[in-house]
Nanobody
C-alpha cells in the first residue's frame, strides 16, 4: 500500500535551516507530482511547495526564495530544504501524493518549530 514517511523536523532558531525528507513507497513515485503542506492548530492545511514528475516546481509566496523542493526518483524520496526560517514557519509539515483516481495520500507529519 501507499506509504509516506516524513522525517527531519525539529527545533531551530530564526534564520536557521532544516531539511525535511519524505520516503515514499507503494506507487510509481517518479510518475506523480508531490507536494509539501503545513498546518497549525485551528488553521487550514496550506500547500507550501510542489514538484511535478518533470521536476517543474511551485512555491507559496510566503516561502519563495527560502525553501527548495526536490526529489530523487531512484530512491523514492521527496525533500524540502528550508532556509532563513521564520517563527511563522512553525507548523506540522506533511508530505502529499495526489494519485488522481487512485487516491490522495498523506504522511503522518513532522513538527517544525522556529523559536529562539
Amino acid at each position: 500500500q501507499v506509504q509516506l514517511v516524513e522525517s527531519g523536523g525539529g527545533l531551530v532558531q530564526p534564520g536557521g535551516s532544516l531539511r525535511l525528507s519524505c520516503a515514499a513507497s507503494g506507487f510509481p513515485f517518479g510518475t506523480y507530482a508531490m507536494s509539501w503542506y503545513r498546518q497549525n492548530p485551528g488553521r487550514e492545511r496550506e500547500q507550501v511547495a510542489a514538484i511535478g514528475a518533470g521536476a517543474g516546481t511551485y512555491y507559496a509566496d510566503s516561502v519563495k526564495g527560502r525553501f527548495t523542493i526536490s526529489r530523487d526518483n531512484a530512491k523514492g524520496k521527496l525533500y524540502l530544504q528550508m532556509d532563513s526560517l521564520k517563527p511563522e514557519d512553525t507548523a506540522v509539515y506533511y508530505c502529499n501524493a495526489d494519485l488522481s483516481q487512485y487516491g490522495n495520500y498523506w504522511g503522518q507529519g513532522t513538527q517544525v518549530t522556529v523559536s529562539s
